[in-house]
């Protein structure tokens, strides 16, 4: 999913203008997603020179049966409206998204972010996860299509042979866009008078031991994703099976057709018709791709995560096994 | 009609998008005003929502476009549909007779409705972000006024705020005023050294009072014993099986994750191959089930 090291100094980084974006999507997320429902927002900014800076956001509301007149681009044309009267940018320059232990790689949200990145180039999708902020470390990534994908998206090929034709693999489905978060002098001005004020010492969640129950529910969703990648395998290989079948029928049949008329014409009479062999031998329908390339690259995205988590709980453990040492 | 125990409780989102509207403001404008969204408890206030509302001020008039703050406060009702209108904001040091105008039209919205001030322009030499309540004075039937009462205001955080703030933080200390999200094993090296920080802090003031240059203190020497006696006395081999069992856990998980990678870039890898030509039994399926045996 990530790019590889040596393009990663190609990959321009965005820029977060402002702490309000952050502190925004992190509380749109703590008021209104409670549980494993997504919510999702826009972000609003500027593209400075080929360079993208997010200055503001706002959310979506959640769907709801009930409001199934809610007419989200209404919403979205008067939020912007309004926001264009008080100088916010109003340009949309991508969108934002809360995840449920690391899973967000689905055919919605690859179609979300091809429709952005088609209209502005530089658009990013933003993806928040609670569950690991909440463990001790802001877990906020950008994501961008990669150009070989955007190909095949525009050409609506999802078939096994355009996915061979441009080489996307799962791993250059996406491109990580770093993200630094600069800050005007008022706002410091603003973070000096809370660090002076406020009363809530900062939490270590950071240095906790017992961050168990995270990596179990990783690990189930990991598994998960490896028995739908099992089946998907399970249907191509029944469909390759099925189609070598069907071609030696297919040679079969030419073949006695064949004999038959070499027979027949010995015989002096006239040869069988020759019938359209497509029609009598459909083929099989051979199974989307797409799916397999997003299930490897969800369980990619699962495997990094877990992987920093432990390494992360290595360290721990070895500091906590160095103040046993000193007391011992 | 409630009224309010002196605290109202800020989210700093807050008080950071009035700071960001206050450096948009358009050319000539003073100060920007704008609505407070959030939730009214029976004895405090809690702020957790704004947007800013476009008006002109001179010196002898206001105007305050109230069709756009009743359309945003619609749309964010869509949204998080608890917050209700409980005051307005203005950015600057002062209270000026226009804030009474505004004011009165905003306890139409609301009952009781609180007015908070900005400090952007640093009048007082930082940033005092204060509130207020408005009480009628005066003597009925003639001279009536208004005044305003201050409140005490309090910063309150979830969870998760707190962590992003401490983020934010970092960017006091760099020249550039930017911050990247850092890697995982940075950020634990970082907390840390903070740890480490305070120790040191601690160790400086220990030594300080034995060698008698400050006086001891008995609360502080309990939080220290409190301190020390929190690391557990375990018997050394006791810790030893628990960190090794931790460590083995820890490498099993490790290796099954690379494991998984590599089966499916295997996976990639084998696939290509089209059925348009007959292919041996795939053998990327062979492997797949021999290294992921399910039960």
Request: aromatic share 8%.
């Amino acid at each position: 999913m990530l790019a590889q090291h040596s393009t990663v100094s190609l990959v321009r980084p965005c820029f977060l203008s402002g702490s309000q974006v952050v502190l925004k999507i992190i509380k749109h997320y703590q008021e209104e997603g409670q549980g494993s429902e997504v919510v999702q927002g826009v972000l609003l900014g500027l593209v400075v020179e080929d360079r993208l800076e997010i200055t503001n956001c706002f959310p979506f509301p959640q769907h709801t049966e009930e409001d199934a007149d809610f007419d989200e681009v209404q919403y979205q044309m008067e939020m912007m409206r309004s926001l264009r009267h008080v100088n916010i940018d109003h340009l949309h320059v991508g969108w934002y998204q809360s995840t449920f232990y690391g899973s967000f790689v689905s055919r919605a949200l690859l179609d979300s972010q091809f429709s952005y990145q088609h209209a502005i180039e530089e658009s990013v999708v933003l993806i928040y996860d609670p569950i690991k902020t909440a463990q001790g470390s802001l877990s906020l990534k950008a994501y961008r299509l990669t150009p070989k994908l955007m190909e095949i998206c525009k050409e609506k090929d999802f078939s096994a042979e355009g996915l061979k034709k441009a080489a996307v693999g799962y791993e250059n489905m996406f491109e990580e866009v770093p993200i630094v978060i600069k800050n005007s002098h008022l706002i410091s001005v603003l973070l000096w008078e809370l660090e002076e004020k406020s009363t809530v010492p900062s939490k270590h969640e950071l240095l906790s031991l017992s961050s168990s129950s995270h990596l179990e529910k990783s690990l189930q969703m990991l598994m998960d994703r490896v028995d739908d990648m099992s089946q998907d395998i399970v249907k191509f290989n029944t469909f390759s099976r099925n189609t070598s079948k069907q071609q030696q029928q297919k040679h079969q049949y030419i073949q006695r057709r064949q004999q038959e008329n070499t027979q027949r014409q010995s015989r002096g009479e006239p040869p069988l018709p020759e019938e359209d062999i497509s029609k009598m031998f459909k083929p099989p329908q051979p199974p989307p791709r797409m799916d397999t390339l997003l299930i490897a690259g969800q369980i990619n995205t699962y495997c990094q995560t877990v992987k920093e988590f432990t390494s992360q709980n290595l360290g721990k453990l070895f500091m906590a096994e160095a103040l046993q040492g000193h007391n011992s | 009609m409630s009224v309010y125990g002196p605290v109202v409780k800020i989210h700093p989102v807050v008080v950071a998008s009035i700071v960001d509207s206050y450096e948009r403001r358009n050319e000539g404008a003073s100060r920007v005003i704008g609505t407070l969204l959030g939730t009214i408890d029976k004895h405090s206030v809690e702020v957790t929502n704004c947007f800013s509302v476009p008006h002109n001020e001179s010196e002898d008039e206001v105007a305050v476009d109230m069709e756009f703050a009743k359309n945003m406060y619609e749309l964010h009702r869509k949204v998080s549909p608890s917050e209700v209108i409980i005051g307005w904001y203005a950015t600057g040091y002062d209270i000026t007779e226009h804030s009474v105008l505004i004011h009165e039209y905003y306890s139409r919205e609301a009952q009781n409705p609180i007015h908070l001030t900005v400090d952007t322009a640093l009048q007082s030499g930082k940033m005092s972000v204060r509130a207020y309540l408005s009480a009628p004075m005066g003597v009925p039937g003639k001279t009536v006024g208004v005044m305003f009462t201050p409140l005490s205001v309090k910063y309150v955080y979830y969870d998760t705020e707190c962590i992003g703030i401490e983020l934010l933080q970092k960017t006091r200390t760099s020249p550039s005023r930017t911050n990247g999200l850092t890697s995982d094993l940075t950020q634990v090296a970082g907390s840390a050294a903070q740890t480490q920080e305070m120790l040191s802090t601690v160790l400086a003031y220990i030594e300080d009072v034995l060698a008698g240059k400050v006086t001891a203190d008995n609360s502080v020497g309990r939080y220290l014993m409190d301190l020390v006696d929190k690391v557990p006395m375990i018997p050394a081999e006791d810790f030893e099986t628990m960190l090794n069992s931790n460590i083995n856990d820890l490498l099993m998980v490790t290796y099954l994750t690379n494991l998984t990678q590599t089966q499916i870039a295997l996976n990639e890898k084998l696939s290509p191959f089209l059925p348009t030509r007959p292919s041996p039994y795939p053998s990327s399926f062979i492997l797949f089930k021999l290294l992921m045996p399910k039960a």
